[in-house]
């Protein structure tokens, strides 16, 4: 039967993910639609559909990738503050290599596996330097609201890596007080 030739590779969620990330290079995951996914990987837009049912498992496939490049604490080397630090510069960079996914992964993050794994470790590593459950959690949140805060504004307060890092230790410190060990 004549139609679309046949691709030379066969495709799959991770063929779909690479061309997703290079379409989001330029206006943002939430931009890139299942046509143009098609349209890049030379397919019909059904054979898409087949593998990534819409928009939302689209980015949820393509934030759960990115998200597994980073490393838990637990996998890191180091004091519990260090493996912190090490995990949210692995972040950043992250999101750098991957223009256009920060809204994705600030929207989708909190209800991926991926991502509630990466929280319990976090929790677990700030227990781990002497916080308590309570204090744990909410140090992650703090450091949460850090992270985020730093990757949503734009303009002259737009993410910098050496502020973000000024502001990361200074929270650190704060956090891991050695003299009180708790959060005030």
Do not use: C
């Not at 995951?29 to 030379?42: H, P, S």
């Not at 002497?130 to 949460?144: F, M, T």
């Amino acid at each position: 039967m004549a139609g679309r030739p046949r691709r030379a590779e066969p495709l799959g969620l991770e063929i779909i993910v690479a061309a997703a990330l290079r379409l989001a290079a330029d206006g943002g995951l939430g931009a890139v639609t299942m046509r143009e996914l098609a349209v890049e990987l030379d397919v019909a837009v059904g054979a898409v559909y087949h593998h990534v049912q819409g928009q939302a498992a689209l980015q949820s496939a393509v934030v759960e990738h990115v998200l597994a490049a980073v490393p838990t604490p637990s996998a890191l080397d180091g004091t519990p503050r260090e493996r912190i630090v090490q995990r949210l510069r692995a972040m950043q960079e992250v999101l750098e290599a991957n223009p256009g996914l920060t809204a994705s992964v600030i929207a989708a993050a909190p209800d991926l596996p991926i991502a509630r794994r990466l929280r319990r470790d976090v929790r677990a590593t700030f227990r781990d330097a002497g916080l308590s459950p309570a204090d744990a959690r909410r140090a992650y949140v703090a450091l949460e609201w850090l992270w985020l805060g730093s990757r949503v504004v734009a303009g002259r307060h737009a993410y910098d890596a050496t502020t973000f890092h000024r502001a990361l230790d200074a929270l650190l410190d704060g956090l891991l007080d050695k003299s009180t060990n708790h959060i005030s």
